[in-house]
């Protein structure tokens, strides 16, 4: 790592801990004022440990079974152009969230009493009353089932329409009801790209702007967190460069020395220039700004009809530096204001600290435990033990494993489930960093495809590593994976279907996920062991899998039966392949 670089990861990470928390925010906390904390614990060696607060838990169950109906738009937007739209309708049974359920609906006409399997839904537009979907019906306890229904009775507009579904038994005694938003809006007309998210698989849709296509096509966005003073602005040459590695979108990180603590703009607008030529998506980071209204104006005005813009990032770990509850929310409303068709993210760092409130102002979700090389008991940076009321290690509550990587992820979508919202696409943040601060060293290059398929397995829809300028071994490895994921063969099953974890027998902590389309499935096969075991026979079952097809990435496995076997594995082996 370069000594400019060395300074630009330490500093990233310095600024959130430079200040103690400002008065305002120790009494919106109830935290001692003067005290620096992260993630709400105190980690300095002169302060004691207090509770921080913001713990998500889980609600007391229902003694009885509840229906939870729920309603979504396929996409979180539809244009003028567009005749017809979809929503996405849940009918689970649950015992944490919905109303009183109950198996029988009696019928009038011949006096029997049957189970209530199937609930009548209509749908409409509240202020207007327009019916969108009429007498239709879903299976009880299904989800993702998906209607479609014309536009041609609304008006573009940038207000959503707000659209009520209700639901009963087929006698009528049992009735459910849910709301949701729907953005059927205006075309652009200044040239600018739009992109979609999709909430049925969680991938984005874009068109081919670069080229003139209006087809809407899955991305797999696939980059770094990159040095805008400490490598990117160093030479024009640099965006070529990092295209040519294959990376299809760029993250960069803003000047936090600047007066604007972003760009000068004209110096990036010859950048913008050339990624517009190239077709390399801009992922735009006000991360030393958000907060600053007038400047996230000024900001998302400038860049928001590029070609290349794809998204914005809002907060940098906004949970961790107690950003106040409500930030991320009032940027993302403002960001929307002024441009509804590209999506927001933000990225947590807390494993459960106002995961609502620091969600609530987002589109992606993105998390980045880094578990290797690190520390998580007693950190070396503040000479403090870590546990979950003290201490920053870097690593929130983590173990220092690769399971911090799934659990991240799992967690993070059972507190959606928890809060009964729709899930919001994860995308990962795998460590390409060392050396530095709790990091003792960089990942290997085996490390890093660990990650990122661990990331991926666990229904990631993008990946950001940090950061970029990295080891040439991380660049290579990662240059070879991001040609692997964002190809036409693998992009498909990531993003046009749901991810099965399958049960891996022989070995342990091998992470296996299959993504099934049509007659084919793609498997992923993760071996986070640093040990190999040559000579052990590993199984996987797979329902109606017979012939070995492409391999993408490592090596094929034997097919037969139902059954994918090999022997032996490769310490760290990760195998990525098609059977049908």
Not at 132 to 160: D, K, M, Q, Y
Not at 461 to 472: H, R, S, V
């Given at each position: 790592?370069?000594?400019?670089?060395?300074?630009?990861?330490?500093?990233?990470?310095?600024?959130?801990?430079?200040?103690?928390?400002?008065?305002?925010?120790?009494?919106?906390?109830?935290?001692?004022?003067?005290?620096?904390?992260?993630?709400?614990?105190?980690?300095?060696?002169?302060?004691?440990?207090?509770?921080?607060?913001?713990?998500?838990?889980?609600?007391?169950?229902?003694?009885?079974?509840?229906?939870?109906?729920?309603?979504?738009?396929?996409?979180?937007?539809?244009?003028?152009?567009?005749?017809?739209?979809?929503?996405?309708?849940?009918?689970?049974?649950?015992?944490?969230?919905?109303?009183?359920?109950?198996?029988?609906?009696?019928?009038?006409?011949?006096?029997?009493?049957?189970?209530?399997?199937?609930?009548?839904?209509?749908?409409?537009?509240?202020?207007?009353?327009?019916?969108?979907?009429?007498?239709?019906?879903?299976?009880?306890?299904?989800?993702?089932?998906?209607?479609?229904?014309?536009?041609?009775?609304?008006?573009?507009?940038?207000?959503?329409?707000?659209?009520?579904?209700?639901?009963?038994?087929?006698?009528?005694?049992?009735?459910?009801?849910?709301?949701?938003?729907?953005?059927?809006?205006?075309?652009?007309?200044?040239?600018?790209?739009?992109?979609?998210?999709?909430?049925?698989?969680?991938?984005?849709?874009?068109?081919?702007?670069?080229?003139?296509?209006?087809?809407?096509?899955?991305?797999?966005?696939?980059?770094?967190?990159?040095?805008?003073?400490?490598?990117?602005?160093?030479?024009?040459?640099?965006?070529?460069?990092?295209?040519?590695?294959?990376?299809?979108?760029?993250?960069?990180?803003?000047?936090?020395?600047?007066?604007?603590?972003?760009?000068?703009?004209?110096?990036?607008?010859?950048?913008?220039?050339?990624?517009?030529?190239?077709?390399?998506?801009?992922?735009?980071?006000?991360?030393?700004?958000?907060?600053?209204?007038?400047?996230?104006?000024?900001?998302?005005?400038?860049?928001?009809?590029?070609?290349?813009?794809?998204?914005?990032?809002?907060?940098?770990?906004?949970?961790?530096?107690?950003?106040?509850?409500?930030?991320?929310?009032?940027?993302?409303?403002?960001?929307?204001?002024?441009?509804?068709?590209?999506?927001?993210?933000?990225?947590?760092?807390?494993?459960?600290?106002?995961?609502?409130?620091?969600?609530?102002?987002?589109?992606?979700?993105?998390?980045?435990?880094?578990?290797?090389?690190?520390?998580?008991?007693?950190?070396?940076?503040?000479?403090?033990?870590?546990?979950?009321?003290?201490?920053?290690?870097?690593?929130?509550?983590?173990?220092?494993?690769?399971?911090?990587?799934?659990?991240?992820?799992?967690?993070?979508?059972?507190?959606?489930?928890?809060?009964?919202?729709?899930?919001?696409?994860?995308?990962?943040?795998?460590?390409?960093?060392?050396?530095?601060?709790?990091?003792?060293?960089?990942?290997?290059?085996?490390?890093?495809?660990?990650?990122?398929?661990?990331?991926?397995?666990?229904?990631?829809?993008?990946?950001?590593?940090?950061?970029?300028?990295?080891?040439?071994?991380?660049?290579?490895?990662?240059?070879?994976?991001?040609?692997?994921?964002?190809?036409?063969?693998?992009?498909?099953?990531?993003?046009?279907?749901?991810?099965?974890?399958?049960?891996?027998?022989?070995?342990?902590?091998?992470?296996?996920?299959?993504?099934?389309?049509?007659?084919?499935?793609l498997v992923s096969v993760v071996n986070m062991n640093y040990v190999p075991t040559p000579m052990v026979n590993v199984s996987?079952?797979?329902?109606?899998?017979?012939?070995?097809?492409?391999?993408?990435?490592?090596?094929?496995?034997?097919?037969?039966?139902?059954?994918?076997?090999?022997?032996?594995?490769?310490?760290?082996?990760?195998?990525?392949?098609?059977?049908?």
């Open positions: 790592m370069s000594n400019m670089l060395r300074l630009f990861s330490v500093a990233s990470f310095l600024v959130g801990h430079a200040f103690a928390i400002s008065p305002e925010s120790a009494a919106e906390f109830g935290y001692p004022a003067g005290v620096d904390v992260w993630c709400g614990k105190a980690y300095r060696a002169t302060n004691g440990s207090f509770e921080p607060g913001g713990w998500l838990e889980k609600p007391a169950l229902s003694s009885t079974p509840l229906l939870d109906i729920s309603i979504r738009p396929r996409l979180n937007l539809y244009l003028a152009s567009e005749t017809y739209a979809s929503f996405i309708i849940d009918a689970p049974i649950s015992f944490m969230h919905g109303g009183a359920y109950m198996n029988a609906s009696f019928n009038k006409q011949d006096n029997i009493t049957s189970p209530f399997t199937k609930l009548f839904i209509d749908v409409e537009v509240t202020e207007s009353g327009l019916n969108l979907i009429a007498g239709g019906n879903v299976t009880v306890n299904t989800t993702n089932n998906e209607f479609g229904f014309n536009l041609s009775g609304l008006t573009p507009r940038f207000e959503p329409y707000q659209i009520v579904i209700t639901g009963a038994s087929g006698d009528g005694a049992q009735f459910y009801s849910s709301t949701t938003d729907l953005y059927y809006v205006p075309e652009r007309t200044d040239g600018g790209s739009v992109a979609k998210v999709d909430s049925l698989y969680g991938g984005l849709l874009v068109q081919d702007v670069f080229t003139g296509s209006t087809d809407w096509t899955p991305l797999f966005p696939y980059t770094f967190y990159t040095s805008w003073d400490g490598w990117l602005e160093l030479s024009l040459d640099n965006i070529r460069v990092f295209k040519d590695h294959g990376y299809n979108i760029i993250h960069i990180v803003p000047n936090a020395g600047l007066d604007n603590k972003a760009f000068d703009f004209d110096e990036l607008d010859t950048y913008l220039d050339i990624m517009d030529e190239i077709g390399l998506w801009l992922m735009f980071d006000m991360r030393w700004s958000y907060t600053n209204l007038s400047s996230v104006e000024t900001q998302v005005n400038r860049v928001k009809s590029r070609k290349s813009m794809l998204l914005y990032y809002t907060g940098d770990e906004p949970d961790g530096q107690v950003d106040a509850l409500n930030a991320t929310k009032i940027t993302y409303d403002l960001v929307k204001s002024l441009d509804p068709w590209h999506p927001v993210s933000l990225c947590l760092n807390c494993l459960n600290y106002y995961f609502s409130e620091y969600t609530s102002g987002t589109d992606i979700i993105m998390s980045d435990p880094y578990p290797i090389a690190v520390n998580t008991t007693y950190s070396v940076q503040y000479n403090t033990v870590c546990n979950m009321t003290y201490g920053c290690c870097g690593c929130d509550d983590c173990e220092g494993d690769f399971e911090d990587i799934t659990t991240r992820l799992d967690l993070y979508k059972e507190y959606q489930d928890i809060l009964n919202v729709p899930q919001k696409p994860q995308w990962g943040v795998p460590q390409a960093f060392g050396n530095e601060t709790f990091w003792a060293r960089y990942p290997t290059p085996e490390e890093e495809v660990v990650m990122n398929m661990l990331f991926v397995n666990h229904g990631a829809k993008g990946i950001a590593m940090w950061a970029y300028p990295t080891e040439p071994g991380l660049i290579n490895v990662t240059s070879a994976l991001s040609k692997t994921l964002t190809s036409s063969t693998v992009t498909p099953y990531l993003l046009g279907t749901f991810p099965v974890a399958l049960d891996v027998k022989g070995v342990s902590r091998v992470d296996a996920t299959a993504w099934s389309l049509e007659n084919s499935t996987i079952s797979l329902e109606g899998v017979g012939t070995l097809g492409q391999v993408v990435w490592g090596s094929g496995w034997s097919v037969g039966g139902g059954v994918l076997s090999k022997v032996g594995l490769d310490a760290l082996e990760v195998d990525v392949f098609i059977v049908s």
